[in-house]
């Protein structure tokens, strides 16, 4: 088979991969709240650990604290804040944002970026492989990424890692390039201001790019192309820069990620969520077992052959071995680096490593196949079938544990037991819980009507959200509808984001916590709700739950359960008219 039909196979098989089911897999991840901001360019989720300028800016105006003259046109959010959002740069959300407005506000939408991001890095890897060593590495790099469940997992969730990934193997393409045409570097700029504008992590481009040129490119640094794509990239950075010049012109900080990098967290962020990236210590114990983990035992092996030959090399041959891997040395160790001193070890930052770990594994299997131990016929007949059943397991695997509603060898009454040979944790990042079988519910539900009645909401421009939902849905000739919906339970919290609180920020929906709902009848009597127009009820449970409320009025009428994929019961919802 020509080597070309082989790079086309291997990104048809990288598309059926990050495709095929993109819609499966519960909510309950990171991606939410990226998708769920997205979806109105709102920097709120009702995070009351991690408030948001929008919400300080409201309240200044509500109370009258505000100072109108310093506020563009005396609007309560100032033109500024929309540059950037207050814990990540823009263009994550701003992509997704994009895709649900074609395509709706879906999973397939928010993750398909993610899954075209990944086949595209794909290919890159090939490039690179291809521009370092040979192309036969880079079919090799291709094949192993197109197939290895870390690489999979991460692009088939709506985060910003598939981002990050393909901008670091995009700027790393076009900096192999720029040493021998100077051009590329314009073009490099571009690529590291748009991955800068993903997320901040890929700034471990720029100290890995500099150390290189300074050992061996010096005279990069002279030439005009080289500083001209500089200025692009900063172009391209500059509404994360002009925001966080306002943000602290106005609060005397930075943004969160820069508050917390230079050890200035304001009151406002004062629990870090997502910072609890424990000690270099425990980075340093918690990296290979979250790395077993997150990879299938067979990538995992061809990696430590492949490293382990890298060692005897050095000690062999050091001069020469450590000119012909410099670069990929130089990237492993820079993103090493970042995520044992300063991110940590966490599943999604371990997939920035996976496609420099898929080339060093190239590398084993092509001086193998290369080497004089596969000379005779025979010999190469047995190493294309082993190659062959290698990537039939990776297949299988990743299969297994990010597509398949629940994997083989392992039980969904206990999906936290893992089973390395065929299972992997990373399951869990978007397991089957049952909670897109409840947002499908809700949708199919509440398709073609709007709340007849709402909820006076905290913030004015949430106010403006609700009556903009009303607007276009009467405009849409929907049925107006006196829905009250209740949820209680062990909600998790990305889940009720995107299931129920989604509804009610960008739809209007009346939806309370029974909590808040069992308050307001202490306050306002029993027949509160009924008074206030309610006539459809509809109380969301788990089944064997024990409420701390007074729900009593709720659990009447018709009860409808809510199955996962594997046939159990997840939830329970009690739907009664008064």
Do not use: C
Not at 397 to 415: D, K, L, M, T, V
Not at 467 to 492: C, H, P
């Amino acid at each position: 088979m020509a080597k070309k039909h082989i790079l086309i196979l291997i990104l048809i098989l990288a598309a059926v991969l990050r495709l095929y089911g993109l819609n499966r897999g519960d909510t309950v991840n990171d991606e939410i709240f990226m998708s769920f901001r997205g979806i109105g360019m709102l920097d709120f989720d009702e995070a009351e650990t991690q408030t948001t300028p929008w919400e300080w800016f409201d309240k200044l105006t509500i109370n009258g604290l505000s100072d109108d003259q310093r506020l563009t046109d005396g609007k309560t959010i100032p033109w500024w804040i929309n540059l950037s959002f207050h814990d990540h740069p823009l263009a994550v959300p701003l992509t997704q944002h994009i895709f649900m407005n074609f395509l709706g506000e879906s999973q397939m939408a928010f993750r398909l970026p993610s899954a075209l991001l990944g086949i595209a890095s794909v290919y890159l890897l090939y490039l690179i492989g291809m521009a370092l060593y040979s192309e036969t590495v880079g079919l090799f790099s291709a094949g192993l990424f197109a197939v290895t469940l870390n690489n999979i997992y991460i692009t088939r969730a709506g985060m910003q890692e598939p981002y990050v990934i393909f901008f670091i193997l995009f700027a790393s393409y076009l900096f192999l390039r720029a040493r021998q045409n100077a051009r590329y570097f314009i073009w490099l700029g571009a690529a590291l201001g748009l991955g800068l504008s993903a997320k901040y992590t890929s700034a471990i481009l720029i100290p890995i790019f500099i150390f290189y040129l300074l050992v061996y490119n010096r005279d990069a640094f002279r030439q005009k192309q080289f500083w001209l794509g500089a200025a692009i990239a900063l172009l391209l950075f500059s509404p994360s820069v002009i925001y966080n010049l306002n943000l602290y012109r106005e609060f005397g900080h930075f943004d969160f990620q820069i508050s917390n990098i230079l050890g200035n967290a304001p009151a406002e962020w004062q629990n870090s969520v997502g910072k609890e990236v424990g000690t270099p210590a425990e980075r340093i114990k918690q990296f290979i077992p979250r790395l077993i983990a997150t990879n299938s035992w067979l990538f995992l092996s061809l990696v430590a052959i492949s490293y382990f030959s890298f060692l005897s090399a050095i000690i062999r041959k050091p001069t020469e071995t450590l000119k012909k891997h410099a670069f990929l040395l130089i990237v492993t160790l820079g993103i090493t680096g970042l995520i044992i001193g300063f991110i940590g070890p966490s599943y999604r930052f371990l997939t920035i490593l996976t496609p420099f770990m898929a080339l060093s594994a190239s590398l084993s299997l092509d001086g193998f196949f290369h080497s004089n131990v596969v000379k005779n016929v025979e010999m190469k007949k047995w190493a294309s079938g082993a190659l062959i059943a290698f990537f039939i397991f990776e297949i299988f695997y990743s299969y297994n544990n990010q597509i398949a509603y629940y994997p083989i060898g392992a039980s969904p009454a206990e999906p936290r037991k893992n089973f390395p040979w065929l299972t992997s944790l990373v399951r869990l990042e978007n397991y089957n819980w049952g909670y897109n079988a409840l947002g499908n519910w809700l949708e199919t539900e509440l398709k073609g009507k709007i709340p007849a009645i709402t909820f006076d909401l905290q913030y004015q421009f949430l106010e403006k959200f609700r009556d903009s939902a009303l607007k276009s849905g009467l405009a849409r000739g929907y049925e107006t509808y006196s829905a009250l919906i209740v949820y209680d339970g062990n909600f998790d919290r990305a889940g009720r984001l995107w299931t129920l609180d989604r509804l009610h920020i960008y739809h209007a929906w009346p939806i309370i916590s029974a909590e808040t709902y069992s308050k307001y009848l202490k306050e306002n009597g029993a027949d509160f709700y009924k008074k206030a127009g309610f006539k459809n009820f509809y109380y969301i449970t788990q089944p064997g739950y024990l409420s701390l409320y007074d729900i009593s009025a709720l659990k009447i009428g018709e009860i409808i359960p809510i199955k996962n994929p594997y046939g159990n019961e997840t939830f329970l919802v009690y739907k009664s008219e008064k």
